[in-house]
């Protein structure tokens, strides 16, 4: 295994474990187990929310060591406490285009192979978290229980994140890595930019 896996997946296998009590506690029935899926199910349900999780991994991968674990569990972490908000009900403006600038700015980011420090790295992924999770909480379906619905996206971001970082360890060691991460990267900035203008 590549040494640069390891956190990530020292990560997923954390996330895991944590879940498991909740599940373990809950005894899951058809209902709970629907709650869980459509929560893991529902980033991949829009090709934004795809895109910019993806999008975090590559660039987290492009920045290399603390930025591996620290850049994602930071847009996870937040997506998480905005996700509550928006179950609440909780209002945040400009959700759509906060989404479209996401995919813009990190596909942007990926494109040109922006060095920044990682606690900026962190605070920008952390920024576009808001909106992706409160977009998740607050089309949570009603009659779904919070807690494993937005386990299920969590989880579902996670895997994202970790895709994204394999995927961009992988462009780095290739021949063609710096066009092809352009290449990515640059039809990120397209799609966030239609975003923007449709929105």
């Given at each position: 295994?590549?040494?640069?896996?390891?956190?990530?997946?020292?990560?997923?296998?954390?996330?895991?474990?944590a879940?498991?009590?909740?599940?373990a506690?809950?005894?899951?029935?058809?209902?709970?187990?629907?709650?869980?899926?459509?929560?893991?199910?529902?980033?991949f349900?829009?090709?934004?929310?795809m895109?910019?999780?993806?999008?975090?991994?590559?660039?987290?991968?492009?920045?290399?060591?603390?930025a591996?674990?620290?850049?994602p569990?930071?847009?996870?972490?937040?997506?998480?406490?905005?996700?509550v908000?928006?179950?609440?009900?909780?209002?945040?403006?400009?959700?759509?285009?906060?989404?479209?600038?996401?995919?813009l700015?990190?596909?942007?980011?990926i494109?040109?192979a922006?060095?920044?420090?990682?606690?900026?790295?962190?605070?920008?992924?952390?920024?576009?978290?808001?909106?992706?999770?409160?977009?998740?909480?607050?089309?949570?379906?009603?009659?779904?229980?919070?807690?494993?619905?937005?386990?299920?996206f969590v989880l579902?971001?996670?895997a994202?994140?970790?895709?994204?970082?394999?995927f961009?360890?992988?462009?780095?060691r290739?021949?063609?890595?710096?066009?092809l991460?352009?290449?990515?990267?640059?039809?990120?900035?397209?799609?966030?930019?239609?975003?923007?203008?449709?929105?």
């Amino acid at each position: 295994m590549h040494r640069k896996l390891l956190p990530v997946c020292t990560a997923a296998l954390a996330i895991t474990l944590a879940a498991l009590p909740t599940l373990a506690s809950a005894h899951p029935g058809f209902g709970e187990i629907h709650d869980l899926t459509h929560g893991f199910a529902h980033p991949f349900t829009g090709l934004d929310h795809m895109i910019a999780m993806l999008a975090v991994g590559v660039f987290a991968a492009q920045l290399g060591g603390r930025a591996l674990w620290l850049v994602p569990g930071t847009f996870v972490a937040v997506m998480a406490a905005a996700g509550v908000a928006g179950m609440l009900g909780i209002t945040i403006p400009y959700v759509e285009t906060g989404i479209a600038l996401s995919v813009l700015a990190l596909g942007a980011a990926i494109a040109f192979a922006i060095r920044v420090p990682v606690a900026v790295a962190m605070a920008l992924v952390g920024f576009f978290a808001i909106f992706h999770g409160h977009a998740h909480g607050t089309e949570m379906p009603t009659s779904a229980s919070g807690v494993l619905f937005g386990l299920g996206f969590v989880l579902a971001t996670a895997a994202l994140h970790a895709i994204g970082i394999g995927f961009g360890i992988l462009i780095g060691r290739g021949a063609g890595g710096r066009q092809l991460a352009q290449l990515a990267g640059g039809a990120a900035v397209v799609v966030g930019a239609a975003l923007l203008v449709i929105g």
